[in-house]
């Protein structure tokens, strides 16, 4: 694996772009012209060449109020189905009350985006602090990878912990210790 | 004589086995990714995670 490595991007050349990759691209082109966003879980370790798949890909986009929640569900609406409700005040509510929605292409069910609005101190360190990744013509907002490595241990599935390894044993000499000591111990969890 | 384990001592034991077998793949998976052209290990993930998608109507 090539790549290049920064706090802020990490580079990515020559890799084959799956259907998942153009599917979050696509999502996240109509995304972020209404709003900011980061992705996390389980599509930061298969982005980077984790063998497995998953049936959703999940994203936090920071609060908004409806009007501007109206535009993005508008736009959204032309190439997407909303699958919990096609309801726009109801998917408004629940993204308010810490709920995800989930977004397929129209007519699937998957994959899909679940996407969440930020309410926790955590993920508003992982939009503000996340990284570029940059791979052929895409561009995506990834989580801090100390942070997912440190976050997907405290969750502890065997799917969960295996991610953390991977991404750990991938990047193990670029990540920024003193941050993935401070997230495991926020966490309490160990590598 | 050794005892006969339960069910569920069973179940438990493929369990542990299971996880370490999993962590052992994750080192020898990302020792070969590591020393892998982009191209070539991208090219076998894409195989897999595609397969696992829905087919796009032609």
Same mark, same amino acid.
């Given at each position: ?8 991007k990490?580079?990515?050349?020559d ?6 990759d153009?599917?979050?691209?696509n999502f996240v082109?109509?995304?972020?012209k209404y709003?900011?966003y ?6 930061v ?14 994203i936090l986009?920071?609060?908004m109020?409806?009007?501007?929640f ?6 959204? %609406? +032309? *190439?997407?189905?909303?699958l ?9 509510n629940? =993204? /308010?009350? $810490?709920l995800?929605i ?6 699937k ?15 508003e ?12 013509s895409m561009?995506?907002?990834?989580s801090?990878i ?8 405290y969750?502890g %599935? +065997? *799917? ?8 750990y ?5 670029d =990540? /920024?210790? $003193?941050?993935?000591d ?10 | 004589?050794?005892k006969?384990m ?21 080192d ?11 191209n070539?290990?991208?090219?076998q993930?894409?195989?897999?995670i595609?397969?696992m998608l829905?087919?796009?109507k032609?």
């Amino acid at each position: 694996m090539d790549y290049q490595y920064t706090p802020e991007k990490i580079i990515l050349k020559d890799k084959k772009i799956t259907e998942l990759d153009l599917f979050v691209d696509n999502f996240v082109r109509m995304l972020e012209k209404y709003v900011n966003y980061v992705i996390v879980s389980g599509y930061v370790a298969i982005f980077f060449g984790r063998s497995r798949g998953t049936e959703d890909i999940d994203i936090l986009i920071e609060p908004m109020n409806w009007d501007n929640f109206q535009n993005l569900y508008t736009k959204l %609406s +032309e *190439k997407y189905d909303f699958l919990n409700s096609s309801d726009s005040k109801h998917l408004f509510n629940m =993204l /308010n009350e $810490k709920l995800g929605i989930r977004i397929a292409e129209k007519g699937k069910i998957i994959p899909n985006i679940e996407l969440k609005f930020i309410k926790y101190s955590f993920e508003e360190y992982a939009i503000k602090n996340s990284i570029l990744i940059e791979s052929e013509s895409m561009v995506f907002k990834l989580s801090p990878i100390e942070l997912q490595i440190a976050y997907k241990l405290y969750l502890g %599935s +065997e *799917k969960d912990t295996l991610d953390a390894q991977f991404l750990y044993q991938i990047f193990e000499k670029d =990540l /920024n210790k $003193k941050t993935l000591d401070r997230w495991l111990h926020h966490f309490k969890v160990k590598l | 004589m050794k005892k006969k384990m339960t069910l569920l001592e069973e179940a438990e034991e493929r369990k542990e086995i299971n996880k370490r077998q999993n962590r052992e793949f994750i080192d020898m998976y990302v020792e070969w990714i590591k020393k892998t052209p982009n191209n070539e290990w991208s090219d076998q993930q894409k195989k897999l995670i595609d397969s696992m998608l829905p087919k796009k109507k032609k």
